[in-house]
């Protein structure tokens, strides 16, 4: 089996852009910051060279596309997402307008994967030393958790699609601010959003989604319920298949 890229409509037939990227076997070729390879070294147990997975979505995360990327449980796909969505936030220079909410959300099906992924984010930003700021929401937050949770301006939000449905019809976000402010939302483990029942929950965010926000799906199969998702949430988007997908 091989990897498959599918390009958007929009560009078919235009030169490749991927066959490069693929010759890229580091994360300085692949665009990354100095901070965040950095902050890879440095990890416990140190992280060098990037998986297929990161070696393909990185550079199209960087330009702006919209991205679905399907690969195996384990080949990485956590960073595949987060190290670019860092890069654009540090670079997100406009810091004296007031941010209502949060300019990066990334939903995940479950408390413990939205913890998994909140220490990740955190310990990125901590190592890189930036003023970026992550909040996690979850399901025994009350009300007023939720405003104090959101009233830090933070720029990431790391939750399940039930606590942000929560949050906005608890006033803690705002559908305004939302259209306002949100410039990337991820959908991680995309295969189990829908049969984990949050199909309402997420439709009460992406109503409110912005044409112009970047939207990453991620997933380990390729099932119907990500197909759906694809067609609800993302534009004309990068479709990444990388062998060994499951189901
Ligand atoms: P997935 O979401 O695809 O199931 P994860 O993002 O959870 O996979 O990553 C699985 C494991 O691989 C994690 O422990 C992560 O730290 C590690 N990992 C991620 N990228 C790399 C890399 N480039 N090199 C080595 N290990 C990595
Ligand atoms: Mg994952």
């Known amino acids: 089996e091989e990897e498959v890229i599918e390009e958007p409509d929009a560009i078919k037939g235009q030169p490749d852009v991927e066959e490069e990227e693929d010759e890229a076997r580091t994360f300085e070729e692949l665009g990354l910051d100095p901070r965040l390879i950095r902050a890879l070294n440095k990890k416990e147990i140190s992280i060098t060279e990037p998986t297929p997975i990161q ?57 413990e994967l939205c913890q998994q992924v909140f220490k990740e984010v955190s310990s990125l930003i901590d190592s890189c030393k930036v003023q970026s700021k ?23 939000l790391v939750s399940t699609p039930s606590c942000v449905a929560k949050s906005l019809s608890a006033g803690a976000l705002k559908s305004e601010s939302i259209n306002d402010s949100l410039e990337i939302l991820v959908l991680d483990e995309a295969d189990l959003l829908l049969s984990f029942g949050y199909e309402d929950d997420l439709k009460a965010l992406t109503a409110h989604v912005p044409r112009r926000c970047q939207c990453l799906l991620m997933s380990a199969t390729s099932s119907a319920d990500v197909d759906k998702l694809k067609k609800l949430i993302l534009h004309n988007p990068y479709v990444l298949t990388l062998p060994e997908v499951e189901g």
């Open 134 to 156: 992550a909040v996690q929401l979850t399901s025994n937050m009350l009300a007023s958790d939720l405003r104090n949770a959101l009233a830090g301006q933070p720029d990431i």
């Open 55 to 111: 070696r393909v979505a990185i550079p199209l995360i960087l330009q702006g596309k919209d991205v679905v990327a399907r690969a195996k449980t384990g080949s990485g796909k956590t960073l595949a997402y987060l190290l670019p969505l860092l890069q654009k936030l540090f670079g997100m220079t406009d810091s004296s307008r007031k941010k209502l909410a949060p300019s990066a959300f990334i939903l995940v099906p479950s408390g």
